[in-house]
């Protein structure tokens, strides 16, 4: 009988602050925050809100892909994601820009 796992969206996500093997901190936020920040980091409000939701939930299947392969704890580090834009997805901390990305994202008049 094959295993059945239930997705989930983690409550928080550690960011490495640089490349894989840099000495750069590490910071666990919540994945909220997490998206927010990537999402105020790569795209833009004036965008029409489709492109912003396709943007988005690229940005949310990317995070929650490396948390569900444990793709860097499987290699030894000890977080889930970089801030790096030449391994995973832009995040520059302290950058949380007071979008409201809740609406774009549940609007349901709204097709991708």
């Not at 093997?21 to 994945?31: G, K, M």
């Not at 489709?50 to 977080?79: C, D, K, M, W």
């Not at 995973?88 to 994202?105: A, C, H, S, T, W």
Request: aromatic share 14%.
């Amino acid at each position: 009988m094959p295993i059945i796992v239930t997705p989930y969206i983690p409550t928080y996500i550690t960011v490495h602050l640089g490349t894989p093997d840099s000495d750069a901190e590490n910071l666990t936020i919540s994945f909220r925050e997490y998206i927010k920040n990537v999402a105020s980091s790569e795209v833009y409000p004036t965008w029409h809100n489709s492109a912003l939701r396709a943007n988005i939930l690229a940005q949310v299947s990317f995070a929650l892909n490396r948390v569900y392969t444990e793709f860097y704890p499987s290699q030894g580090y000890s977080f889930n994601i970089t801030a790096s834009t030449a391994y995973d997805q832009k995040f520059i901390k302290g950058n949380i820009r007071q979008y409201k990305m809740e609406p774009v994202l549940c609007q349901s008049d709204d097709t991708l």
